[in-house]
């Protein structure tokens, strides 16, 4: 991901976890976790299925907790509401075959059902998803957040 979008992404992230008070961000699939570095929250918790990426990360990143589960490990609390960014892959790089889309949606909505606050960067999103930020070509990303979200 480049600078830019980078940057625009945290901007967008960032106002909302200021404007709502949230004490939790959680990025199930953190790749470089060059995107949770930036953000400011009370706790951030950074996760990756590669464990090599995950090791890379305790080096470079301060303050964040870093998990190396798969996303659906993941267990997040009962009694507090997280802001959760989602970035998922398209191929998953170890069977190579295409990541279970539905199976991530399925996810995604139980979360927000949870009362998380959900966003997702990903080239489409099921109805219920609006676009909060969107990047300059078609093809691109665009930063979804689930509805019924105040932002
Ligand atoms: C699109 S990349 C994320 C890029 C990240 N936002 C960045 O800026 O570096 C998707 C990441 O999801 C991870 N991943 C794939 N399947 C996963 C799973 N089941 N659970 C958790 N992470 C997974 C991959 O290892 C990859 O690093």
């Given amino acids: 991901m480049d600078f830019i979008k980078r940057r625009e992404i945290v901007t967008v992230l960032q106002r909302y976890i200021d404007r709502y008070g949230i004490k939790q961000y959680v990025e199930p699939f953190s ?10 929250c009370d706790y951030r918790l950074g996760n990756d299925v590669d464990a090599k990426l995950c090791r890379k990360a305790e080096k470079k990143t301060n303050g964040v907790l870093v ?3 798969d996303y659906r490990d993941l267990i997040l609390p009962k009694n507090e509401k997280v802001l959760i960014f989602c970035d ?9 075959e295409e990541f279970d889309a539905a199976e991530f949606w399925a996810w995604v909505l139980d ?3 949870e009362g ?22 078609k093809k691109d990303k665009k930063l979804y957040i689930y509805g019924g979200t105040l932002w």
């Fill in 111 to 113: 979360r927000a059902a």
């Fill in 116 to 137: 998380h606050y959900v966003f997702t960067l990903t080239e489409t999103a099921p109805r219920g998803f609006y676009v909060v930020w969107n990047a300059t070509t």
């Fill in 88 to 96: 998922p892959p398209k191929i998953d790089r170890k069977t190579q």
């Fill in 31 to 40: 790749g470089k976790f060059d995107i949770i570095q930036r953000i400011k």
């Fill in 67 to 69: 998990g190396c589960a």
